[in-house]
């Protein structure tokens, strides 16, 4: 995905408008209004981008995923596996001023099951038998169209593969993972904010498949 230099410009600009305490939101229009930014410009800043004190406090609490052996873990279930999807699929994933990978797909479609979702959930499986959590539980928003068939996938596939694992569609993905486990699998910036520790398993993804040059930076 090329990015224009004025979205490196409004970047910066935002920075600048989020440190001095403004709305993200709000800030994301102004800045989006001034340098005729796309829709999906606009949700890039407001995905990426964050003040440095932020940033700062969401990054110390990314643990690395061997700091996950012998923990409960919980998945916020969409959240890691569109971005694992986005990776395999070659779609925008972006480095985020806070630490953590997040993509753009919302921008471009509904989440449905395909053949990618499942080849996600392996790659997602791999990365937690080696890991060796105590626990998995996963997530899913059931608000999604099939949630709960995809709950019953996951579950199946994760115990498949040894783990201690259950899968469930609920209310609200994010507010269940943070009542779970000692580590929450996110990059939902709520999570971030009320989780005491977070994994970013995409990132492990990416590294393990060789993709972490083509991630986009702002």
Request: with cysteine.
């Amino acid at each position: 995905m090329r990015i224009r230099r004025v979205v490196l410009d409004a970047a910066q600009d935002l920075r600048f408008l989020l440190s001095r305490g403004y709305k993200r939101e709000r800030s994301v229009g102004f800045v989006g209004d001034r340098y005729g930014l796309s829709r999906v410009e606009r949700l890039i800043l407001y995905r990426v981008v964050y003040d440095d004190a932020t940033a700062a406090r969401h990054r110390r609490k990314i643990c690395s995923i061997k700091e996950v052996r012998g923990k409960s873990l919980a998945v916020d279930g969409y959240n890691v596996l569109i971005t694992v999807e986005s990776l395999l699929s070659n779609q925008p994933v972006f480095i985020c001023d806070d630490g953590v990978l997040r993509d753009i797909a919302s921008a471009f479609r509904k989440h449905s099951i395909s053949d990618t979702t499942y080849s996600a959930l392996k790659q997602i499986a791999s990365v937690l038998v080696d890991a060796s959590p105590k626990e998995v539980r996963v997530f899913f928003d059931k608000q999604v169209s099939k949630s709960g068939e995809l709950a019953a996938y996951t579950q199946k596939l994760f115990s498949s593969q040894g783990l201690n694992a259950s899968s469930q569609a609920v209310e609200m993905a994010d507010k269940s993972s943070i009542t779970f486990g000692d580590v929450v699998a996110s990059s939902d910036s709520v999570i971030l904010e009320k989780a005491d520790r977070v994994v970013d398993i995409p990132a492990e993804v990416a590294l393990r498949m060789g993709v972490w040059s083509k991630l986009i930076r702002l």
